[in-house]
């Protein structure tokens, strides 16, 4: 696992990404680092500039820490676990002199309530013998671009910005601190506690009052009884329900309450090699991600979830361009315009620059969208008949498709080195014209039936005919290439192929011996695919290894899927989170925690519980 690493300007350090826990208000999140320290939040959505962002910049990002205070040379353990069942999150320090515990969590947020009024409660006490504590509260306005006013009062503290403003109310005193924030240094003793809540707020009238026993013990109890009301909706009960169960309770997090739609990851520039280029915004919707989310949604029983997000797809199939067509990837309340920016006065995740907010990839042209798309939509209608009024909008945009499905794009992996016609691309253009056909023909939707199925038969044809190196035995990346690509697992998962067609074996077999180490598999080895424009490496891709698990089962290999699926289980970090990538000792890399990885996990587990069960149809 990675160390802890030095900043160049001071002994502050960044904690390893896996060393955090997440808690959130289906707005928003805040992670929590096994030291107690809230590195990473922003209000009043997960998109907007964070208060607390240590996590890029441990000098300048701003922090919300509260552990022990002892010196270096202190033996001290650390540990974090969920509250069964809920996103309500424990920290325990451990000492020869005392144990600690710090109890986080982000109250509901109910409908009706202000936009930008938000709550981080937290709770210190010691279980057995004494503990020192020190609390420090240094908000970073607008990515640490805004300054801001601080005034102490008898009761907290208030942080006043243009934009936002914070309240932090405490039981124990607090002083200024000399970077802009305060600080407090208190001792508790056996089943003592103290209390710190943090609201935000856009008015200048925030009066921090300490929340009371009572009060704390009310805002706890429904935090915890919601999240447990929701789990208790959960219909899998099978070999992996815990792992499954965290991450449904992570999709959760990751959604968005008033839209529906589920963000990518957390977090922005958390790279994918440290010290490289590979650092993305994930804080938006893509709709890649939508047939996934649609679909593990679903066979986890969570319906009304399923519906709202499906309610969001509908609405940008409303909003086509001109030409009828899409683009990959939307804010999570519709919005169009990802304009990217580098953020240069920060150093980046253990000075891993650059920082970015926003992500340039909205404007490429990704045709493998519309597969996912109308996949996602063609498992929902099997739950909820789809309307006419977006079956319209499906017939303009299958037009569209129709007539473009043959041109180069940028495809799943969003490369900026040029164009490619990729495999995966005519694949999921096939899947868009195959949904859209099984959906007409159940409903009775009046549809071009002959056109389409011509167009997909031509598609299918093409792919075998351009997408398979007969030298290499496999399929490729992309047209007049033998590169090796991880997606071509989706083909299986897909139906594009049948799990068990030679060709798609000898592929499995490929992607088996050049692209996985054990049981992580990486998208594409650089050096031979596509120009990805980055000229570095990765990390193995998550959830490339799952889908290397589900299409080894659904092909009958099922003593390697569950052997790759068992190991990448071990994978995650302490709390069952998972990133998007792993590095080469195990290291969480890339956004954090993020859907698709999660997403790809519940799909696999639950497909690997039937083929073991003898009930998955190949």
């Known amino acids: ?79 974090q676990m969920y509250l069964p069942e809920t996103n309500i999150l424990i920290t325990r320090f451990l000492t020869a002199d005392g144990v600690g515990e710090i109890t986080d969590f982000m109250p509901i947020k109910q409908p009706g309530s202000k936009a930008l009024q938000h709550h981080i409660i937290r709770e210190v006490r010691v279980v057995r013998g004494s503990l020192p504590f020190e609390m420090v509260c240094t908000p970073a306005f607008n990515y640490g671009r805004d300054s801001h006013t601080r005034t102490l009062s008898e009761h907290g503290a208030v942080f006043h910005s243009d934009s936002l403003s914070l309240g932090l109310a405490s039981t124990i005193p607090l002083e200024e601190d000399e970077d802009g924030g305060v600080r407090a240094k208190f001792t508790l003793h056996t089943h003592q506690r103290a209390y710190f809540v943090l609201e935000s707020a856009q008015d200048h009238d925030i009066e921090p009052q300490p929340i009371t026993s009572r009060q704390y013990e009310r805002a706890f109890q429904e ?3 919601y999240w447990q009301r929701w789990l208790s909706q959960c219909q ?19 959604t968005y309450q008033p839209t529906g739609a589920i963000v990518a990851a957390a977090t922005t520039s958390l790279p994918e090699t440290l010290g490289g280029a590979r650092n993305w915004d994930y804080r938006y919707t893509w709709l890649r991600d939508a047939a996934f989310s649609i679909y593990s949604l679903l066979i986890l029983g969570f319906y009304q979830e399923a519906e709202a997000f499906m309610g969001w797809l509908d609405a940008r199939c409303h909003e ?26 920060l150093e980046g995740y253990r000075q891993s620059a650059p920082v970015r907010i ?16 109308l996949d996602s939509i063609y498992i929902f209608n099997r739950h909820q008949d789809i309307s006419y009024d977006l079956w319209h909008n499906l017939r303009h945009l299958l037009k569209w498709l129709g007539e473009h499905w043959r041109e180069p794009d940028e495809g799943i992996w969003e490369v900026r080195g040029g164009q490619q016609h990729f495999v995966h691309s005519r694949v999921m253009s096939w899947v868009a014209f195959d949904r859209a056909i099984r959906i007409a023909r159940h409903r009775g939707l009046p549809a071009p039936i002959a ?70 598999v990486y998208r594409y080895n650089p050096t031979h695919a596509a120009a990805d424009g980055l000229g570095s490496y990765e ?65 696999t587990c639950y497909n690997m519980d039937r083929a073991l069960n003898g009930t998955l149809l190949r």
């Open 223 to 225: 935090t915890m009884n």
């Open 358 to 373: 926003g992500n340039g990839a909205y404007k490429q042209k990704q045709l493998d969208i519309y597969g996912e798309l």
């Open 451 to 520: 056109e389409w199925s011509d167009i997909s038969a031509s598609i299918y044809e093409d792919v075998m005919q351009n997408g398979w190196d007969e030298k290499t035995r496999s399929f490729v990346q992309y047209y007049g290439s033998n590169a090796i690509d991880a997606s071509s697992l989706l083909m299986v998962l897909t139906k594009f192929t049948g799990p068990t067609d030679p060709r798609m074996q000898d592929t499995i077999d490929r992607i088996k011996k050049e692209l996985t180490s054990d049981s992580h």
């Open 236 to 254: 899998y009960q099978g070999r992996w329900r815990e792992m499954v169960q965290r991450s449904a309770l992570v999709l959760k997090l990751l």
């Open 539 to 603: 990390g193995t891709f998550s959830p490339c290894s799952f889908w290397l698990a589900e299409t080894l089962a659904r092909s009958g290999r099922l003593d390697e899927a569950r052997l790759v699926l068992e190991k990448m289980l071990t994978y995650s970090n302490h709390l069952g989170l998972y990133a998007e990538e792993i590095g080469p000792t195990g290291e969480a890399l890339g956004n954090f925690p993020q859907a698709f990885t999660h997403l790809s996990l519940i799909s």
């Open 1 to 79: 696992m990675q160390e802890q690493t030095t900043s160049r300007l001071n002994n502050k350090t960044y904690q390893p990404i896996e060393d955090y826990g997440v808690i959130g208000d289906l707005h928003t999140v805040a992670l929590v680092g096994k030291n107690g320290a809230i590195d990473w939040c922003c209000i009043p959505r997960f998109d907007a500039p964070s208060v607390f962002g240590a996590l890029l910049d441990v000098n300048k990002g701003g922090t919300f820490r509260i552990s022990p205070a002892f010196d270096q040379t202190t033996s001290m353990g650390r540990r």
């Open 320 to 345: 086509l361009k001109d030409n009828g067509s899409l683009q990959p990837m939307y804010t999570i309340n519709g919005g169009h315009d990802l304009h990217e920016i580098t953020l240069d006065h």
